[in-house]
């Protein structure tokens, strides 16, 4: 069974860090593609960050440049380092493959961006 732990977010600020991590159990890491998703009340969910099996990375434009996404294979894990975050950043984090699989969605992390 496939099981998406989300950890590591909280308040911030502006200008500020944060290390999130994804510990992913189940089939759904092995060479696939993941990625750092994020929501806000009212809008649909928004892929920010996608790595490939092998490393290769893609942003979306309002986060390049600060954020990078990273996995380790042998412990089923896949990392979003956020730095120079921005008020904007504010919402709920989650991962899930690339595509992703609705049934898969854990509980998400809260990251709040706020002086």
């Known amino acids: 069974q496939v099981q998406l732990v989300e950890s590591g977010g909280g308040l911030v600020q502006p200008g500020g860090s944060l290390r999130l991590s994804c510990a992913a159990s189940?089939?759904?890491?092995?060479?696939?593609?993941m990625g750092w998703y994020r929501q806000v009340p009212g809008k649909q969910r928004e892929l920010v960050a996608t790595i490939t099996y092998g490393g290769s990375t893609n942003y979306v434009d309002s986060v390049k440049g600060r954020f990078t996404i990273s996995r380790d294979n042998a412990k089923n894990t896949v990392y979003l380092q956020m730095n120079s975050l921005k008020p904007e950043d504010t919402a709920v984090y989650y991962c899930n493959s690339v595509p992703h699989m609705n049934a898969y969605w854990g509980q998400g992390t809260q990251v709040t961006v706020s002086s």
């Open positions: 189940g089939s759904i890491f092995s060479f696939n593609s």
